[in-house]
């Protein structure tokens, strides 16, 4: 796979894949700019390199064709501000004005072309449609690593029509970081999962059984594994098929020397609320009609105390439902530690998602070593799948 230093590209049409599926807000505004930022040097390598810039990528899930809502020209300003330069925008991605647009581009300038996922042809991976994008360019960049697990048609079909090709800035260090909590692990290493469901995590839990030294794990998920060692979780989130699959992994983590690290307590509410009532419970007693929302205290210090003295750190999903000011404390306190083990010489990859999210949200985002931007694609590739993005560019 090439990078985009080995590609011919002076005088050319540069077609990039990015990945600008950014969170909008009711006013259309940007409210986290990550992957805008993240694809920057990307662009602006091509545009020192004497070529011209045209973008592709898509925005949320538009059911029904084109929507305001769903528009990438929200993203023509900030992105702007973030090139200082002008970026050029046509309001369909194939098409006469992005034809008549894309021929007119000049070395150095920039143009963004509509939602791909306009049209279902994208998602659906077509090969017409993908071939209509082609047209547009000489050279073809995937940087979109957030859905390089996805065989659509601007990921992975479209690079067949290209023979130059390659990955830009963002694609490389997301494998190359990838690659270092898989395969260059300094000890002792820590893996931290969080989220909702084991059932969306099991097969990376099961990969890094093999790898890491201590597995802990947080959030909705945990109750699973307390209501399978017969404990009372009250109302807290249990996949009911998943209790002999978390008694399992208890037992490998057992046979493997691993230490997999529950929380002992939570911060437990009668409601899914931020104004509920609220109460710190042993996991293993939560009272009826209450549920847990955070980790406890005696399980934050058991798990900051393990991360910081950690030499490599993976981290995906959040401790609590953190979007919650009340329920924010435990995913907070791991991230300080995580702060905290990188500024010792530690290594961290934030890994996607909410985790990134947090990270970000609470200004730690330069304090680790990489933050991941795309949360189901990491998580694929380091359960060993092939990513149709990437094999597109071998």
Not at 152 to 166: D, N, P, V, Y
Not at 226 to 244: P, R, V, Y
Request: aromatic share 6%; glycine share 10%; hydrophobic share 45%.
């Amino acid at each position: 796979m090439k990078s985009i230093e080995q590609l011919q590209l002076k005088g050319k049409k540069v077609l990039v894949r990015v990945d600008f599926n950014v969170p909008l807000n009711a006013a259309f505004e940007v409210t986290d700019d990550t992957r805008l930022r993240a694809a920057v040097p990307t662009i602006q390598y091509i545009l020192k390199a004497g070529a011209s810039v045209i973008l592709m990528s898509h925005l949320g899930r538009p059911k029904d064709g084109p929507t305001d809502k769903y528009s990438l020209r929200h993203i023509v300003l900030p992105l702007e501000k973030l090139l200082s330069t002008k970026v050029d925008f046509a309001n369909d991605c194939i098409g006469e004005e992005a034809v008549t647009k894309s021929k007119a581009l000049e070395s150095g300038q920039v143009l963004l072309l509509e939602n791909l996922r306009f049209y279902k042809q994208e998602e659906k991976g077509d090969t017409d449609f993908a071939q209509k994008l082609a047209n547009l360019g000489d050279v073809y960049v995937n940087d979109a690593f957030g859905t390089a697990h996805r065989a659509h048609a601007s990921t992975a079909i479209m690079a067949q029509f290209f023979t130059e090709k390659g990955a830009g800035y963002v694609m490389k260090a997301e494998l190359e970081n990838a690659d270092k909590v898989l395969e260059k692990a300094e000890k002792p290493y820590v893996a931290i999962m969080g989220g909702a469901k084991i059932s969306d995590k099991i097969l990376i839990i099961e990969k890094l059984l093999d790898k890491v030294d201590t597995l802990i794990i947080g959030g909705g998920m945990a109750y699973t594994f307390f209501k399978a060692q017969g404990g009372n979780i009250g109302n807290s989130l249990l996949e009911a098929d998943k209790t002999e699959l978390a008694l399992s992994l208890i037992e490998k983590a057992k046979k493997m020397g691993v230490k997999l690290l529950l929380p002992p307590d939570s911060v437990v509410a009668d409601a899914f609320s931020n104004d509920a009532n609220r109460l710190v419970a042993n996991n293993m007693e939560i009272p009826d009609g209450y549920m847990g929302l955070d980790i406890g205290p005696k399980a934050i210090a058991l798990f900051t105390e393990t991360v910081r003295q950690a030499k490599t750190i993976l981290w995906n999903g959040p401790m609590g439902v953190f979007e919650m000011s009340n329920f924010a404390a435990g995913t907070e306190a791991v991230a300080h530690a995580v702060v905290s083990a990188t500024q010792s010489g530690g290594y961290s990859l934030i890994g996607g998602g909410d985790s990134a999210a947090a990270v970000n949200n609470l200004g730690f985002g330069n304090d680790v070593s990489y933050v991941s931007t795309g949360g189901g694609a990491l998580l694929e590739y380091m359960e060993g799948k092939t990513l149709p993005g990437v094999a597109a560019l071998g």
